[in-house]
């Protein structure tokens, strides 16, 4: 699975900004797409996810702010951020997960964001 993230930038606090992860095959056939995120020195976090059946969830640090949402017919799931804060910097990176008894992650390239005045 090839996944291409786009839409980050520079956006002020309060802003909002929409990531959106082209994959390169069906979304219903991924058990889980993610949203994770990494700011240098840290470790990469997640910051939600959506399975093949629709179902979401967020890290507590984004619940009420970030949506994740999907076009199957675009293949496309997206990560809308509302309310950024200048901590929501980071590099967001697009994930792929294919469970069974053998599990199989793809991560995208990353698109950085920026919140600052």
């Known amino acids: 699975v090839q996944l291409v993230e786009s839409g980050g930038g520079l956006v002020q606090p309060g802003g909002s900004l929409r990531l959106s992860c082209l994959a390169s095959r069906s979304i219903f056939s991924i058990d889980v797409m993610g949203w994770y995120r990494q700011v240098p020195g840290k470790e990469r976090e997640s910051v939600g996810s959506i399975s093949s059946r629709g179902s979401t969830n967020y890290a507590d640090s984004v619940k009420g702010r970030f949506t994740i949402s999907r076009d199957g017919a675009k293949n496309t799931v997206y990560l809308q951020m509302n309310s950024l804060k200048p901590e929501d910097t980071a590099v967001y990176y697009c994930?792929?997960?294919?469970?069974?008894?053998?599990?199989?992650?793809?991560w995208g390239q990353g698109t950085q964001v920026t919140v600052s005045s």
């Open positions: 994930n792929a997960q294919i469970l069974g008894n053998s599990r199989f992650t793809y």
